[in-house]
């Protein structure tokens, strides 16, 4: 029985925090469902009909992650007017994402549409929930529709395969893709770089094994369960944006913002270099994220 006890105690401490983001998206999910209900919404779920209940939501997030993280947003001035891409690291949980989802539409009433990996869209009862946030599949086409209106529009080229088998060295798992540059040059629009420091010191993944890594290879679905939730210090950098060049190749787009995204690359130019022993500890440690929290000289 003590066994049994302790053992429960463990798994609780690692995956309580995990498991309550979990409790509190399908939560706001229903609370759109009773908003949807009692006003007879039926308009786009991307129209102002349904800024005041996004607005609600972009506060209790902004909320947890101002008690939790002590959460900043940095150089949202880099941001352009119109549209854009931004291209973000992914954490084993993307909750600094949410964050910054949050903090933006809270201080510039703006919504970015977000590319996300095809299972999310099979998880059950989250269906309004995406499309009230502009949640998309993110196919060429679906990304030029929202660039060409005016979106910002988000992608993280390393998306499920970097969550579950990156780790605290913040190594880019990207691949071949360039889907996102591609884009970029057809729309004519700036891709514009984003990382948070620490995300992955306040959520982990279990060392990478063989038999997860052909598991998702072979299924494209996440079996790893993250574990963590530690109050660590959380600060989101909207970098510099790389304008549109129409006499650069996609390929060397992607080397271009690998180099000036990412201030935790090792292979990078000195500016990017200074930057990285400034906001970023490599290998990550959680002891002086959590203590972080508690450096004013920082803020």
């Not at 401490?13 to 979990?22: A, D, E, G, S, Y």
């Not at 800024?51 to 947890?64: G, L």
């Not at 884009?183 to 010191?201: D, F, G, S």
Request: net charge positive.
């Amino acid at each position: 029985l003590i066994i049994a006890s302790l053992t429960i105690s463990a798994i609780l401490v690692f995956f309580i925090v995990p498991l309550t983001i979990v409790f509190f998206i399908y939560l706001t999910n229903i609370l759109l469902l009773i908003y949807q209900r009692n006003n007879e919404v039926k308009a786009d779920p991307l129209s102002d009909v349904w800024d005041s209940v996004r607005k609600t939501i972009a506060s209790f997030w902004d909320i947890y992650a101002r008690i939790w993280h002590g959460y900043e947003l940095h150089g949202v001035e880099n941001l352009p007017e119109g549209p854009g891409i931004l291209v973000y690291y992914h954490g084993a949980i993307p909750i600094d994402y949410l964050y910054f989802l949050s903090r933006l539409f809270l201080w510039k009433k703006r919504i970015c549409l977000s590319v996300a990996d095809h299972f999310v869209f099979r998880l059950p009862g989250l269906k309004l929930l995406l499309e009230v946030t502009g949640v998309i599949p993110g196919t060429r086409e679906e990304c030029l529709t929202a660039l060409k209106n005016g979106y910002l529009v988000s992608i993280s080229p390393g998306g499920v395969r970097e969550a579950l088998f990156s780790d605290e060295s913040y190594q880019l798992m990207w691949g071949n893709r360039k889907g996102f540059a591609q884009v970029a040059l057809e729309a004519k629009v700036p891709i514009i770089p984003m990382y948070t420091q620490n995300v992955r010191e306040g959520y982990r993944m279990f060392k990478e094994r063989r038999f997860f890594r052909q598991l998702y290879e072979s299924t494209r679905l996440p079996f790893t369960p993250p574990y963590g939730g530690l109050p660590v210090k959380f600060r989101t950098y909207v970098g510099k944006p790389i304008p549109y060049d129409p006499n650069i190749t996609a390929e060397e787009l992607v080397e271009k913002v690998c180099k000036g995204k990412f201030i935790f690359s090792f292979q990078t130019k000195t500016a990017v270099q200074a930057l990285i022993s400034k906001h970023q500890t490599i290998p990550g440690n959680i002891w002086k994220a959590l203590l972080e929290r508690f450096d004013k000289r920082r803020k």
